[in-house]
Every structure is written in structure tokens, then in C-alpha cells.
């Protein structure tokens, strides 16, 4: 665990992926767009000691990845959230294979979470099933604004998608990672909208919907979704590195994250190999709300250990340390009210 003085943080990393974007695993020029767009982000968001060169950033592979993530990184446990991408890489982006071994590997250290595109219909139920079988699946990651031949994008409301749904219930994968951020090219960004995950979360209310990158640039949009759907959860993806180039614009987020739906839906994510976890989770434990941003309370360390990695690690049934673990919900039902989020959900 990290440790920072005198507290403990059992830190859940919970949206990290091994991905290949060598050249020669580009079907096309949209596989080089793709990677530029994310080499971008990395590097006009990282401090200059962490900036990779481009060549790295391309493919890491599986011990790179255990050195960055739990022996420099902190992390705890971390979640597999792989994105496809078959039309732009031959052998999709996210390495599901070399992940999978990863994870068999460090079962205790490692979960993975698959990913199903409704497009495929029919087949693509078929292979879910074997897919939720093969690698035991808690979650899946889907990623809206796929391209799948000439469709540029699909909804989470579509009758397809809700027949996935029907089918991640039967399964038992409760997890919808969802990617509601900020666009990618050559992707769309209105296919990254966050207002179908209100349907969704609407008529299947046993699932839990990570929206990941918690709606960026649609903040506003996310939060008043999440406010009235108790099983929508947001995903600090990509809104993680604004610690460091827009410290102000970071607490902003927090603070209408925490005001809205309060601590225990937050989940921390590097977003590896975006980012890896180690700067990240030392600026976000020294963090602090700026004195001036007086519409903002202060972060506790306990909303923070929450958000580091309690949070995930309920959802997942990851096992905690017992001096740190979360009371279960039966020992919270009765607990302190909390009337501005209470009252505002109500109305």
C-alpha cells in the first residue's frame, strides 16, 4: 500500500490496458491518428519527467507494465479495461492474450474485464457467452464510438446494446465501463455522448455504469445523470494528469464530482500506459482544494483512500486490508444523512 504521513492507501488502479500500436499492427492510417491523438494527450499533459519517446509509447508489453504499475506504481490490484479497435489494428489495440496471461499470472494482483460490440449481433452473443466463461467476467468495456464497418458509432439504448445488457445480467457481469470522454481521431465525438447512458442505467438497474473519463467535456451532463442514478459511477481517467497542467481546472472536477455524487462513486485510473499510476497517486494524496475555490469543501483522506481504491474494490470484491476495509451497506443504512446531494436528487 502507498503509504504518506502515517496513512495507508490501498490504491485500485481501475482502467489500465496493454496495448499495441506498432506500425506494424496498423490496418491503416487511422491506427497511426489514433496513436498520435494519444501520444498527444501524454505528452502535453505529463510532467517533463515522466514523458515517454514515441517509439515506447507504441507497445510496452507484459513486464514493462508489472515495473510501472505495482513496483513503481503503488498499485494494489488493477483493472484490465481493453479497448478493439479492429478497423484500425490487425490484431486489435488491446492485447487480449498477453493481457489474460498477465492476469493468470497475478490473479490476486489483476483483473480482467473483456469487451462486446452489439453490431455483431447474434455472433457477437455467442461470444460473450464464451468470452464471460473463459476469462470469469465481472466487467466489460465498451467503447461507443467504435467504427465497425461503415457504422461510425452505436448507443447504449439501441435494442442491440439491450440485448447484451440482458445477456451481462444472466452472466453475472454487473460492470458497464463505458468511455464518455473526451474524442480520439479519428473517432466522432458525438458518439461519445454521455445522455444514453441515462437510458440504460434507467432500465437496467442491477448494473453498475462506469462512465469512464466521467463525461469530459460534458462534466455538467454526467454529473446531473449520475445525481438521479444511484448506479451510474464515474471513472478519473484522462481527468487524473490535470493535477499537474491545470491544478484549478482539476479541482473544479472533483469538487462538482464530490459535490454531486458524493466520494463513494469516484474511481481513480491512470489510464496506463496514457499514464502510469506513480505521479498521479503522489500529487493526488498531497492535493488539496484551493483556499479561494471557497464552493468547494476540502478533500478528506478518507474521500481520498475511497477514490484511490476502496471504491473499485468493493465493486470488484477485491480483498482489503481489515483496517481499512468499507462498512458494508447494511452498517451504513442508517448513517449520517447528506441533505444538499439527498435533496437534490429528489427534486
Request: proline share 6%.
Amino acid at each position: 500500500m502507498y503509504q504518506k504521513d502515517g496513512e495507508s492507501y490501498f490504491i485500485v488502479d481501475a482502467h489500465v490496458a496493454l496495448w499495441d500500436a506498432r506500425p506494424e499492427n496498423q490496418r491503416n492510417i487511422h491506427g497511426k491518428q489514433f496513436i498520435d491523438c494519444f501520444y498527444d494527450y501524454h505528452a502535453n499533459l505529463s510532467p517533463a519527467s515522466e514523458k515517454w519517446p514515441y517509439e515506447e509509447y507504441l507497445y510496452q508489453g507484459g513486464e514493462r507494465f508489472i515495473k510501472d504499475i505495482f513496483t513503481d506504481g503503488y498499485v494494489d490490484h488493477a483493472i484490465f479495461q481493453p479497448a478493439h479497435l479492429g478497423e484500425f489494428y490487425k490484431t486489435g489495440f488491446g492485447q487480449t492474450e498477453e493481457a489474460f496471461a498477465l492476469t493468470q499470472a497475478n490473479p490476486g494482483r489483476l483483473t480482467y474485464n473483456h469487451n462486446f460490440d452489439p453490431r455483431n449481433g447474434e455472433a457477437g452473443l455467442d461470444q460473450l457467452r464464451a468470452d464471460a466463461e473463459r476469462f470469469n467476467l465481472k466487467g466489460v468495456k465498451l467503447y461507443t464510438a467504435e467504427w465497425h464497418g461503415d457504422s461510425r458509432g452505436y448507443k447504449l439504448n439501441d435494442p442491440w446494446t439491450y440485448r447484451y445488457f440482458e445477456l451481462c445480467r444472466e452472466l453475472g457481469i454487473r460492470n458497464i465501463h463505458v468511455h464518455k470522454g473526451p474524442t480520439i481521431r479519428p473517432l466522432d465525438r458525438d458518439a461519445f455522448d454521455v445522455a444514453d447512458v441515462d437510458h440504460a442505467a434507467t432500465d437496467f438497474t442491477d448494473l453498475n455504469f462506469i462512465v469512464e473519463h466521467v463525461g469530459l467535456p460534458r462534466l455538467e451532463d454526467f454529473c446531473w445523470i449520475a445525481t438521479q442514478e444511484p448506479n451510474v459511477h464515474g471513472g478519473l481517467a484522462v481527468a487524473m494528469p490535470f493535477i499537474h497542467t491545470r491544478p484549478r481546472y482539476f479541482a473544479q472536477i472533483m469538487g462538482e464530482l464530490i459535490y454531486w455524487i458524493g466520494e463513494d462513486r469516484i474511481q481513480f485510473s491512470s489510464d496506463y500506459a496514457l499514464w502510469t499510476p506513480r505521479w498521479l497517486i503522489e500529487a493526488f494524496v498531497d492535493f488539496q482544494i484551493p483556499e479561494d475555490m471557497t464552493e468547494y469543501a476540502p478533500i478528506t483522506i478518507e474521500q481520498k483512500r475511497k477514490i484511490l481504491g476502496l471504491n473499485a474494490a468493493k465493486m470488484y470484491d477485491i480483498p482489503v486490508p481489515v483496517e481499512l476495509q468499507l462498512p458494508s451497506a447494511e452498517e451504513t443504512a442508517t448513517g449520517p444523512r447528506q441533505p444538499e446531494r439527498a435533496d437534490l436528487a429528489a427534486v
